[in-house]
C-alpha cells in the first residue's frame, strides 16, 4: 500500500515512524514533511491545502491511503473534495468530512453539539462584534477567572483566561472589535471556568464503531510548574496514572458513546480520529473541546503504546469495520520531552545546527520543525525535536528522555524540565 501523510511535524513523524513499522506499507510519502520524514519515507513539498497538488500526488503516485495530520485541510474539506472527485473518491481518507471538522473549526458549534446530545461541558454564551456590550455584561454574571474563546481557528493561540473582570471585558472588545485573533474571533465564545485537572483522550471512530486510543497529558505552559505563555505543547505523557478504570468508564459512557451517537444522528461522515479534550472536576469528567484530529505531542506517546498495525486500523476505519479489529495497547508508560528553539513561543530564530541525533538509543528521535540542509540537520521551527521513551511508569521514562536530551545540543535549546510535576 502506498500512503501520503500530510503535515510536517512531530505528529506526523509519529505517524510515518508507526506507519513504516507495518509490512503493509510498500511506499510512504510525507508531505511536506521534515529532516525525519525524509529518513523513513519520501517528502513532497507541496502545501496540507494545496489540494489540487496534493490530487496530482494521489494519482501520479498510485496512493492507497491519506492520513491528514493538521486540522486546517479538514476544517478547509479536504475529505469533501476527494468523495466529490471522480479520479480520488476510491483512496482510502483519513479525517472527517468539513462538517464534521467544524466541531474543531468552530467552538461555537462544538458547544452546540455538546448541549444537544447531552455532553458534560461548562455552561456558556457565544458574541459578536454587535453583541459586545451584552458579552460585557455575560462576564459580570461569572465568577473569575473568565474564559475567553475565538470561535475559529487560531493556531492554538485562541484561548484566553484572565483573573480581572475589566481585564476580561477589555480583551472581549479587542476579539470581536479589533479582531486580536484576525476572523477567528469575529464570534467569541464565553464560558464558565470549570477548576480540576486536564486530559485528552483519544478516540478512532469509522462513524459507526471507535475505539478509544491511549490516554494522555499534555504541558502547554512554556514555563517550569505550567508558567508563562501557551505553547502548541512542551511535554507529553501516556497513560495519566490518575485515570482508573471507573473513570475512564464514565468518560466513555457519558462522552465517547454520545459523541459517535451524535455524529450518526446528524448524518455527518466522520472516518478518523476525535481528540477529546477533558477536565476533572469532583472526578466527574467535563468536555472542554473537541479536536478533529491527533494532538502534538500526544501522538508522539499515544502512538508508540499502539501495538495493533496501524495500517490495518486505519484501513477498518475507512471502510467502516473497525468492529472487526482487535485493539492492543503496551502497558508500558511513554513520555516525551520536547526541544524547542530559544525565545518561542514568540521570536525565535531558524537555521541552527543540531547535534547528538546519532548518539540517541535509548529513546525515540520525533523531528517536528527540522530541515536537512545536505550537510545538516537544522532548527526550523518553534518546537524542534520530541524525545520519546519508555518504561514502567513516567518516572522512568521521562529519566530516560532527559538522559538522551543531555546528548543533544543546539544555539538556545530550550525544554521544560518538570514535565510530569503534577502527577507525582
Given amino acids: 500500500m502506498n500512503i501520503l501523510i500530510l503535515g510536517s511535524g512531530g505528529r506526523e513523524h509519529a505517524f510515518a515512524y508507526k506507519i513504516s513499522e507495518s509490512i503493509r506499507c510498500n511506499k510512504l510519502y510525507v508531505a511536506p514533511g521534515n529532516a525525519g520524514t525524509s529518513e523513513i519515507g519520501t517528502n513532497i513539498s507541496i502545501a496540507v491545502t494545496d489540494f489540487k497538488a496534493i490530487k496530482e500526488t494521489v494519482i501520479k503516485r498510485q496512493i492507497t491511503m491519506v492520513v491528514v495530520g493538521p486540522e486546517d485541510p479538514l476544517v478547509k474539506g479536504i475529505v469533501d473534495f476527494f468523495h466529490s472527485d471522480s479520479e480520488l473518491k476510491d483512496v ?12 474543531e473549526g468552530s467552538k461555537e458549534r462544538a458547544k452546540e ?7 458534560p461541558t461548562a455552561a456558556y454564551q457565544s458574541f459578536t462584534k454587535k453583541s459586545v456590550s451584552e458579552g460585557k455584561l455575560f462576564l459580570e454574571t461569572l465568577s473569575s477567572p473568565y474564559v475567553l474563546k475565538a470561535d475559529g481557528l487560531a493556531a492554538g493561540k485562541g484561548v484566553l483566561i484572565i483573573n480581572n473582570i475589566l481585564e476580561a471585558q477589555q480583551e472581549l472588545e479587542n476579539m470581536l472589535t479589533h479582531a486580536k485573533f484576525g476572523t477567528a474571533s469575529s464570534t467569541v465564545v464565553i464560558e464558565e471556568f470549570l477548576d480540576g485537572i486536564e486530559l485528552s483522550v483519544f478516540v478512532l471512530t469509522d462513524g459507526k464503531n471507535y475505539k478509544i486510543l491511549p490516554t494522555a497529558k499534555d504541558y502547554k505552559r512554556i ?13 507529553a505523557i501516556s497513560p495519566i496514572p490518575f485515570v482508573d478504570k471507573k473513570f475512564m468508564k464514565k468518560i ?8 459517535v451517537k451524535g455524529l450518526q444522528e446528524e448524518q455527518i461522515d466522520y472516518k478518523g480520529f476525535i481528540f477529546i479534550g477533558l477536565i476533572k472536576v469532583n472526578n466527574d469528567p467535563f468536555v472542554i473541546e473537541y479536536n478533529v484530529r491527533m494532538g502534538d505531542p500526544e501522538t ?35 513520555a516525551t520531552v520536547m526541544l524547542v528553539s530559544g525565545g518561542y513561543p514568540e521570536a525565535y530564530e531558524k537555521g541552527k545546527v543540531i547535534s547528538g541525533l546519532d548518539t540517541i538509543s535509548d529513546s525515540i528521535v520525533f523531528h517536528a520543525g527540522t ?21 514502567n511508569n513516567f518516572k522512568e521514562a521521562l529519566g530516560k528522555s532527559y538522559k538522551s536530551i543531555e546528548k543533544l545540543h543546539f544555539d538556545k535549546m530550550n525544554f521544560r524540565s518538570d514535565i510530569g510535576f503534577d502527577l507525582t
Fill in 92 to 103: 482510502l481518507l483519513i479525517g472527517p468530512s468539513m462538517a464534521g471538522a467544524l466541531l
Fill in 113 to 119: 453539539f455538546m448541549i444537544n446530545h447531552q455532553i
Fill in 223 to 235: 514555563g517550569e510548574g505550567d508558567m508563562g505563555l501557551n505553547t502548541g505543547g512542551m511535554g
Fill in 252 to 259: 466513555e459512557d457519558r462522552i465517547v458513546i454520545p459523541t
Fill in 300 to 334: 508522539e506517546v499515544v502512538l508508540p503504546r499502539i501495538k495493533t498495525d496501524l495500517i490495518t486500523l486505519l484501513e477498518a476505519t475507512a471502510n467502516q469495520n473497525l468492529d472487526k479489529i482487535k485493539l492492543e495497547i503496551d502497558n508500558k508508560t511513554a
Fill in 371 to 391: 530541515l536537512n540542509n545536505g550537510d545538516h540537520i537544522l532548527t526550523n521551527g518553534g518546537r524542534v525535536i520530541a524525545i520519546t521513551s519508555m518504561g
